[in-house]
């Protein structure tokens, strides 16, 4: 099997593990749509405070479905653009994979900003572009760079690091990949044996593209990763 487009969400995970690690320990860290808290055990250095909406089950008919979804371990159950915690009342905020689901992002950066400290960090990843998912709570299918440099500095925070995931060809490997899948779900159709290798075959090239074009990120990538400083 080919690696090129299945490294989204491993890649994702490591940077937000090391990311966490530069967080200085004793700090207080609020987790904003933190859904099933799948990064609490990255904190253990921190006193971790998890928020979210709590409405996502895990079903739904349209889209891309996790089939169940563990709402027990929050701690705020709010909208994330009203959080119910007095103004700089964090030293750390992070927001992974949630923007796309809030109906008004700039608002919800607004209030993230509100509840952080000046000094305080700011951790947000979320999709460049992404398929339906999380359906019906799913309103942008991601951002540009464009967007963390336009309203994080109107905010007043500095952007630390600034990282792309995958490129384009990593991401149109990614979907070759869902090929087999989406034919099933949305064509019914099972490929054959040919048509496995037909759609197989683009892999090695595109591995081989991925290596030379990384600066493709720029077009289209999985997401951005940002890590900011409130000043």
């Not at 979320?126 to 994080?152: E, V």
Request: net charge neutral; aromatic share 12%; with cysteine.
């Amino acid at each position: 099997m080919f690696k090129v487009g299945t490294t989204n969400e491993s890649e994702r995970v490591a940077w937000i593990e090391n990311t966490l690690k530069k967080i200085p320990a004793g700090l207080t860290i609020l987790d904003a749509g933190a859904g099933e808290c799948q990064f609490k055990k990255f904190c253990s250095h921190l006193t971790y405070v998890a928020q979210d909406f709590a409405q996502y089950e895990g079903t739904g008919e349209i889209g891309l479905q996790t089939g169940t979804w563990d709402n027990s371990q929050l701690d705020i159950v709010s909208d994330i653009t009203s959080i119910p915690r007095p103004d700089r009342s964090f030293d750390a905020i992070m927001c992974t994979e949630v923007l796309e689901h809030v109906p008004d992002a700039v608002s919800a950066l607004k209030e993230l900003n509100r509840l952080l400290r000046p000094g305080g960090y700011l951790l947000i990843t979320a999709p460049f572009a992404s398929l339906t998912h999380f359906a019906p709570f799913h309103y942008a299918s991601g951002f540009n760079q464009f967007f963390y440099d336009h309203h994080l500095g109107q905010f007043g925070c500095e952007i630390l690091d600034k990282q792309m995931n995958g490129n384009y060809f990593e991401y149109i490997a990614q979907e070759v990949h869902r090929i087999k899948r989406m034919a099933k779900e949305y064509a019914g159709t099972k490929l054959n044996l040919f048509d496995k290798i037909r759609v197989h075959a683009l892999l090695p090239l595109l591995q081989k593209l991925s290596r030379k074009g990384n600066k493709s990120n720029e077009i289209l990538c999985f997401g951005i990763h940002i890590f900011a400083q409130k000043k």
